[in-house]
């Protein structure tokens, strides 16, 4: 059977992290996330993250240089060998170009992308409600909200507020989807690549599309 290489793309707060979680227990994928790998530099004070904390504060992309080569060397690394899944990598064309010459030369390619559609004003009630516990539980003060107000359900620690889903943030994230990401679905489209799934589904019918969507394409693949 052949690998899956898949790309999560939509906007932040579009449900690409709780797609991720339910598709990688359904294939084998590794998770590539590079905003968490970033939040993780962040939070270790390493050299990568000092060079990102500024723009990410600033709902800001973190410059194509600083990205590129950290997110390639994961694709390269031993557990994505038979497939990945990749949420929040490629999210400017620069990048997107940068992932194709790698898959080039590695004699590789990218199955498919996933396009989780949501409307802006939509994704600005979602993030602006989601709340953090310390071991990285994700609540929803309205729609996911925990037993006991602000604090975790697993472990009781504090619920806090990522610094980019503060509102004014989440609103400079939205505009800079819109200005430099948007144009990949364009870039996959013209590439046969992409599939739609309309966001504003519950998560469950979102993973049943979506799951179905990628069963098919792994039969073809094996064919
Ligand atoms: P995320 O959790 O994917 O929303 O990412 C959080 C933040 O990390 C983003 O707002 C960016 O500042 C930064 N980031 C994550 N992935 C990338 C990327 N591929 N290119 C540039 N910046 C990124």
Do not use: W
């Not at 059977?1 to 990688?24: C, F």
């Not at 962040?42 to 950290?70: H, N, S």
């Not at 806090?160 to 609103?171: A, H, K, N, Y």
């Amino acid at each position: 059977m052949s690998e899956l290489n898949l790309i999560l793309l939509g906007p932040p707060g579009a449900g690409k992290g709780t797609q991720a979680e339910r598709l990688t227990q359904d294939f084998p994928l590794a998770y590539i996330a590079t905003g968490d790998m970033l939040r993780q530099a962040v939070a270790e004070g390493t050299e990568l993250g000092l060079k990102a904390k500024q723009f990410m504060d600033a709902g800001d992309l973190v410059p194509d240089e600083v990205i590129i080569g950290v997110a390639l060397e994961r694709v390269e690394a031993d557990d994505a060998r038979d497939g990945f899944l990749l949420d929040g990598f490629p999210r400017t064309i620069a990048q997107a170009e940068a992932l194709e010459q790698e898959m080039e030369q590695l004699g590789r390619g990218i199955t498919a992308v996933l396009l989780i559609d949501v409307p802006d004003e939509e994704i600005v009630r979602r993030v602006s409600g989601r709340r953090v516990s310390r071991s990285g539980r994700v609540y929803h003060v309205d729609f996911d909200p925990p037993k006991h107000e602000g604090r975790c359900d697993i472990d009781g620690s504090p619920l806090t507020q990522r610094d980019d889903d503060r509102p004014e943030v989440v609103r400079a994230r939205l505009a800079k989807y819109h200005d430099v990401t948007a144009p990949l679905v364009r870039y996959y489209e013209d590439r046969g690549l992409l599939r739609r799934f309309d966001g504003t589904r519950t998560p469950t019918e979102v993973h049943d599309h979506i799951r179905a969507t990628v069963a098919t394409l792994r039969l073809e693949d094996s064919l």
